[in-house]
């Protein structure tokens, strides 16, 4: 399976920077995308950015967030961060990686693997 571990998570003042780390390991070969999700208390959790781990990169971003995060990874894929600028109060929440796997060879099909979370929190 895949496992996933984040960090960078604090709290910094309204305006402020951030940048969250996610890395991946065991069976990274088979991870077909990463993301960022966030939950936010008494919300549910949305999606944040999103990139692709083949040898093109895609990514996608929520309206709430474009022009202000950016996704990236590294060559191998199996790192993945977020920054954060501008950051605002409303950008609180708990931020979780994501990766879309897909292990066909093992039977496990298609799943999501999910962080442990980190929290992110914006004063004004």
């Known amino acids: 399976q895949v496992h996933l571990v984040e960090s960078g998570g604090g709290l910094v003042q309204s305006g402020g920077s951030l940048r969250l780390s996610c890395t991946a390991s065991?069976?990274?070969?088979?991870?077909?995308?990463m993301a960022w999700y966030r939950q936010a208390p008494g919300k549910e959790r949305e999606l944040v950015a999103s990139i692709s781990t083949g040898g093109i990169t895609f990514t996608n971003y929520a309206d709430s967030v474009k022009g202000r995060f950016t996704i990236s990874r590294d060559g191998a894929g199996n790192t993945v961060y977020l920054q954060m600028n501008s950051l605002k109060p409303e950008d609180t929440a708990v931020y979780y990686c994501n990766a879309d796997v897909i292990e066909s060879s093992t039977g496990a099909g298609r799943y999501s693997s999910w962080g442990q979370g980190t929290q992110v929190t914006v004063s004004s």
């Open positions: 065991g069976r990274t070969l088979s991870i077909n995308s």
